[in-house]
């Protein structure tokens, strides 16, 4: 984490940085903002000196900010934070910060106070708060063979070691708006339908598109008295023309307005089938929805270990898990694409051979 200052105004998408005022940024985003704006004067510094790390101790009567950038992901699996915190001191007050994009995952929490607070965050307003709890960089760039699952991980950088596993999972509140997109649609909660995410924003974690299509139609074949409903959003051109061939299923892609727009159709799901995405750790919330979820580049345990709906399937790669948090397709990094010409590595290895076969006998076997 890094303490920063810039000499002139600086606008992103979402936010604005004004000209010597200090914020406190993750080293990815200060990164992000030097890349964006080559002729500008930073100032910055470590956050070393001035961090309060928390490490355990009596929370009641203190107050307590968390800081997570960015992704649905990450804020679901930060969110077992606060609400272990508040399990164990009710009378502590914790604040999250967060970027504008993923603020809704927090409507409703009642373990944070206030809903959660958009970046970024002024260096001065750390002074406000007895203990910081800093995850940027923790999880994301871990690539170890023999790193802990992220809940461990997370919980252990803030000194708390015997957390019951059933804190080791998301928490999100759904709340009666939730519903909205999923009624426009024509849905209801009574209709069985089976759910695939067709590909996470990180292409390295997509089952192929070819797979995919394959798995829809033998979940029509399989499965008569249910809908196969496709979610996603921004699609890889590849999973689009995959998603125009799957006529037999009903395709939402794109047609969901926020993340929180799909709670209804992960919470009422028969059954889903995903990456190692952010659909996952949602659904991580809805116990009685199974998952069947798909593995390349990370162990199951690093992500699922404690999500007791979940039943991965991992596929055969002398490489897998490699563990690679980039997001550039498996041409840009795979070692077998050093050995082969690219247009033969065009996914994951690992993931790509996960019959679709494999894939359908699981749901049924899981299938409410």
Same mark, same amino acid.
């Given at each position: 984490?890094?303490?920063?200052? %810039?000499?002139?105004?600086?606008?992103?998408?979402?936010?604005?940085? =004004?000209?010597?005022?200090?914020?406190?940024?993750?080293?990815?985003?200060?990164?992000?903002?030097? #890349?964006?704006?080559?002729?500008?004067?930073?100032?910055?510094? %470590?956050?070393?000196?001035?961090?309060? *790390?928390?490490?355990?101790?009596?929370?009641?009567?203190?107050?307590?900010?968390?800081? *997570?950038?960015?992704? +649905?992901?990450?804020?679901?699996?930060?969110?077992?934070?606060?609400?272990?915190?508040?399990?164990?001191?009710?009378?502590?007050?914790?604040?999250?910060?967060?970027?504008?994009?993923?603020?809704?995952?927090?409507?409703?929490? &009642?373990?944070?106070?206030?809903?959660?607070?958009?970046?970024?965050?002024?260096?001065?307003?750390?002074?406000?708060?007895?203990? =910081?709890?800093?995850?940027?960089?923790?999880?994301?760039?871990?690539?170890?063979?023999?790193? #802990?699952?992220?809940?461990?991980?997370?919980?252990?950088?803030?000194?708390?070691?015997?957390?019951?596993?059933?804190?080791?999972?998301?928490?999100?509140?759904?709340?009666?708006?939730?519903?909205?997109?999923?009624?426009?649609?024509?849905?209801?909660?009574?209709?069985?339908?089976?759910?695939? =995410?067709?590909?996470?924003?990180?292409?390295?974690?997509?089952?192929?598109?070819?797979?995919? &299509?394959?798995?829809?139609?033998?979940?029509?074949?399989?499965?008569?008295?249910?809908?196969?409903?496709?979610?996603?959003?921004?699609?890889?051109?590849?999973?689009? &023309?995959?998603?125009? =061939?799957?006529?037999?299923?009903?395709?939402?892609?794109?047609?969901?307005? %926020?993340?929180?727009?799909?709670?209804?159709?992960? &919470?009422?799901?028969?059954?889903?089938? +995903?990456?190692?995405?952010?659909?996952?750790?949602?659904?991580?919330?809805?116990?009685?929805?199974?998952?069947? %979820?798909?593995?390349?580049?990370?162990?199951?345990?690093?992500?699922?270990?404690?999500?007791?709906?979940?039943?991965?399937?991992?596929?055969?790669?002398?490489?897998?898990?490699?563990?690679?948090?980039?997001?550039?397709?498996?041409?840009?990094?795979?070692?077998?694409?050093?050995?082969?010409?690219?247009?033969?590595?065009?996914?994951?290895?690992?993931?790509?051979?996960?019959?679709?076969?494999?894939?359908?006998?699981?749901?049924?076997?899981?299938?409410?």
């Amino acid at each position: 984490m890094r303490v920063v200052c %810039s000499n002139r105004l600086l606008k992103t998408p979402d936010t604005y940085f =004004h000209p010597y005022v200090r914020y406190i940024v993750s080293d990815y985003e200060l990164d992000e903002l030097i #890349n964006q704006s080559p002729s500008t004067q930073f100032k910055w510094s %470590s956050l070393n000196s001035y961090e309060r *790390r928390y490490g355990g101790q009596d929370l009641n009567g203190k107050r307590v900010v968390v800081y *997570r950038h960015n992704a +649905c992901g990450d804020q679901l699996i930060a969110s077992a934070v606060p609400r272990y915190l508040k399990t164990l001191y009710p009378d502590v007050t914790v604040h999250m910060y967060c970027h504008q994009g993923v603020l809704p995952l927090w409507l409703g929490n &009642e373990f944070v106070d206030g809903c959660a607070i958009p970046l970024p965050m002024h260096f001065d307003i750390i002074n406000a708060y007895d203990y =910081h709890i800093f995850f940027e960089g923790m999880l994301e760039s871990n690539s170890e063979p023999d790193q #802990n699952n992220c809940y461990d991980d997370m919980f252990g950088f803030i000194g708390l070691w015997n957390v019951p596993d059933k804190f080791k999972r998301p928490y999100v509140k759904p709340c009666p708006d939730d519903y909205t997109c999923f009624n426009e649609l024509g849905f209801k909660p009574t209709d069985k339908f089976i759910l695939i =995410h067709l590909c996470p924003n990180n292409l390295n974690r997509a089952y192929p598109p070819g797979g995919t &299509e394959e798995v829809v139609r033998q979940l029509v074949d399989e499965f008569p008295d249910h809908d196969v409903v496709l979610v996603g959003t921004n699609l890889n051109p590849e999973f689009k &023309e995959m998603e125009k =061939h799957a006529l037999d299923a009903i395709s939402i892609v794109d047609q969901t307005k %926020s993340f929180r727009d799909l709670i209804p159709f992960v &919470e009422n799901a028969s059954a889903i089938i +995903c990456p190692d995405s952010s659909i996952m750790h949602l659904a991580a919330c809805f116990p009685d929805t199974p998952v069947v %979820s798909l593995w390349g580049l990370f162990d199951p345990n690093d992500r699922m270990k404690y999500y007791p709906n979940n039943t991965p399937l991992r596929g055969t790669c002398p490489h897998s898990p490699c563990r690679d948090h980039n997001f550039h397709l498996p041409t840009e990094q795979c070692k077998d694409a050093w050995k082969v010409p690219k247009d033969q590595v065009k996914w994951c290895h690992a993931l790509a051979s996960i019959s679709p076969e494999t894939i359908v006998s699981k749901v049924k076997e899981v299938i409410r």
